[in-house]
């Protein structure tokens, strides 16, 4: 059964402390990425990763971190640098190039106490 | 800078009704757009991918048009149902031979409630 999880699909968290966010694809698409949404806002760019061991800030890289050891996984870190947290967090991947279309994972809702 | 707008930002219909969802964007120089659907609290799921060499692109009941130079794209629903109540997002990607980077931008969606 190929898609893309993602876990938690709820997570909180207090502030101060960092947090990751599973993502997982066996698609075997090369290219992976992280959104963020908002409410009433449409997706932003936090991360993006065209092939394993690279990886490009997007528009809102502030505050996020992570990393692509292997081609199936692209964890998020959200640290505490993150000024507003809170939000709807998305996973998506690629095959072979970034312009190939997307296909999405189910979400992750991230809740600052 | 590409800027996506949707709209209208929210529609209600009853069920049986033709609609229209609109896309407009900035800046002309796009590779393909492709149109998504979103239950609440879900991840996005792909409904249709139109490249920019393409005037339309059909799926069942659903059809979306491409004006590259006018910077707009429509979502045409026949027959809504119920279940078709989502929210609908639109999203550009650049030409590679114009602009560098390939990011999808977003618009910001239009929420569809089919009433039965």
């Known amino acids: 059964d190929g898609g893309i999880t993602q876990s938690p699909k709820y997570l909180f968290r207090k502030e101060g402390q960092n947090v990751t966010l599973s993502c997982e694809q066996n698609?075997?698409?090369?290219?992976m990425y992280w959104y963020r949404q908002d409410p009433g806002q449409g997706l932003r760019l936090i991360y993006y990763?065209?092939?394993?061991?690279?990886?490009q800030k997007g528009d809102i890289a502030e505050g996020y971190s992570v990393s692509r050891e292997k081609k199936e996984s692209f964890p998020l870190t959200v640290t505490s640098a993150q000024k507003n947290p809170t939000a709807f967090y998305l996973c998506?991947?690629?095959?072979?190039?970034?312009?190939?279309?997307?296909?999405f994972g189910p979400g992750t809702r991230l809740t600052v106490l | 800078k590409q800027e996506v707008t949707q709209i209208p930002a929210a529609l209600s219909v009853p069920e049986g009704e033709n609609l229209v969802l609109n896309c407009s964007f900035t800046?002309?120089?796009?590779?393909?757009l492709q149109w998504f659907r979103q239950d609440p609290g879900k991840g996005l799921t792909s409904l249709l991918l139109?490249?920019?060499?393409?005037r339309e692109q059909t799926s069942g009941r659903l059809n979306a048009s491409l004006d590259k130079s006018s910077g707009r794209s429509t979502l045409y629903i026949a027959a809504s149902q119920p279940g078709d109540s989502a929210t609908y997002l639109c999203?550009?990607?650049?030409?590679?031979?114009?602009?560098?980077?390939?990011?999808?931008?977003f618009g910001e969606g239009t929420q569809l409630t089919v009433n039965p």
């Open positions: 990763s065209q092939i394993v061991n690279d990886f």
């Open positions: 698609l075997n698409h090369d290219a």
């Open positions: 998506a991947s690629s095959e072979g190039g970034s312009y190939n279309e997307q296909f």
């Open positions: 800046d002309s120089a796009i590779y393909n």
């Open positions: 999203a550009v990607r650049p030409d590679p031979q114009e602009t560098s980077g390939s990011r999808l931008t």
């Open positions: 139109i490249q920019s060499s393409q």
